[in-house]
């Protein structure tokens, strides 16, 4: 190639190069200062992509798990207050029976009342006060008490039912929430129903008198027939006499709105299906009413035997809800423990297409650095060659 003053070909061609081995050095130390192996959507654009998907649900899962993780920690709240519920059962149970037997008097039953009383009282508070985050947990809060038969609303003292409360009723719609209560002598036994859904449940015979009137306080449960869900507790009174049925009209029936069950749905995944990424949670109530005790009473040896016998029954409904708290915690650690498999599993996924194989990219960077300090040198050599043609002039 002739040597020429105008133009330095060997300059220019040194200088490219070593811009070159600059840029990929550079390059180079901002991934290793980075730690990721695609710093700008350039140097990869598609694992960026998948990478930034990858990382939004790891995100989204560590939250999950922090859901399912205070989930069960509001489980918890409400087993605790139903094991000490279960404690004040079994002690009027036992006041009960006390009262129950013979060689004590009327005046020594209403000494044992007095505690019985305050003991019934206890379980509305506890169930009433019991809360995790402001949101009520077992009060099972949902009613029906008011105006007499056929007047305005629900049945009311006069009818033989002082109050019907709900557990896990989803009825939301006006044309579900009329409600028609039925009784049957035959077989004694209450139906409460809407027209698609009912609930049905027989009286005990330790709360009918020989007439057939309804003991003070007995309560009876409703359990759901065919696929819906839920259950009812009747409180009934002396006034309900062995009727053959007792059905007000739509325009003035049972009025439910809402659920009386405290209802949670807890996130444990990144979507919204409701079958994949959403547990619900229905907490059944535990007061009084729920358990059908509300109006019980140890003063003779009649009511002490009739209190004993719906104490028994108490003690199995608040076990079986007792059972169903249990039932979602260890559904909640299940999942929680499954969200961590995923978040790892994940997690690894993401960092085999952004994370940095830092001894591959020093490897690299130093042999960047080479041709770096090579491309200086040799452009300094290509600078001085012009210098060579002065000679010829000497």
């Known amino acids: 190639m002739a040597l020429n003053a105008i133009s330095n070909y060997a300059a220019n061609v040194a200088h490219r190069n070593l811009q070159a081995s600059d840029a990929a050095a550079t390059s180079s130390l901002a991934k290793l200062s980075s730690g990721s192996r695609v710093v700008s959507a350039k140097d990869d654009a598609a694992s960026m992509a998948i990478g930034s998907r990858l990382n939004s649900q790891v995100q989204g899962l560590r939250q999950a798990s922090v859901n399912a993780g205070q989930g069960v920690s509001m489980l ?18 036992t006041l009960s029976v006390q009262a129950g037997s013979g060689q004590l008097s009327n005046t020594e039953r209403g000494m044992l009342n007095t505690e019985y009383q305050l003991l019934l009282a206890e379980v509305n508070r506890i169930a009433a ?44 719609t006006a044309a579900t929430d009329n409600y028609t209560l039925s009784y049957s002598s035959g077989n004694a036994t209450f139906t409460l129903t809407d027209g698609t859904n009912s609930y049905s449940g027989a009286i005990a015979s330790t709360v009918l008198a020989a007439n057939g009137t ?48 405290a209802t949670f749905s807890f996130k444990v995944g990144t979507g919204t299906d409701v079958t994949k990424d959403v547990i619900s949670v229905a907490i059944d109530g535990i007061s009084g009413a729920n358990l059908g005790i509300n109006g019980t009473d140890i003063t003779t040896m009649t009511t002490s035997d009739m209190a004993s016998d719906l104490l028994g029954n108490a003690i199995d409904i608040l076990n079986t809800s007792r059972a169903a708290v ?58 001085q060659m012009p210098q060579d043609l002065l000679k010829l002039f000497q």
């Open 129 to 172: 006060s019991t809360e995790f985050n402001g949101n009520q947990l077992v009060n099972g809060s949902l009613t029906t008490a008011g105006a007499g038969l056929n007047t305005s609303g629900a049945f009311a003292t006069a009818d033989g039912i002082s109050g019907i409360t709900g557990h896990g009723l989803t009825t939301t």
């Open 214 to 261: 309804m003991l003070t306080g007995a309560g009876v449960k409703l359990l759901p027939t065919g696929t819906n869900t839920g259950d009812l507790v009747l409180s009934l009174n002396t006034a309900f006499q062995s009727q053959t049925t007792v059905a007000p009209g739509a325009a003035n029936g049972l009025h439910f709105s809402g659920s009386s069950s």
């Open 326 to 383: 249990g039932a979602y915690q260890n559904r909640l650690e299940f999942a929680a423990a499954n969200i961590s498999s995923a978040v790892e599993n994940t997690e690894a996924a993401r960092s085999n297409l952004l994370d940095l194989d830092i001894a591959s990219e020093m490897t690299t960077f130093t042999s960047k650095q080479i041709l770096v300090q090579a491309g200086v040198a040799m452009l300094a050599q290509a600078n």
């Open 76 to 93: 918890q709240v409400a087993d605790g207050a139903m094991a000490r519920i279960n404690d004040v059962l079994v002690r009027m149970k």
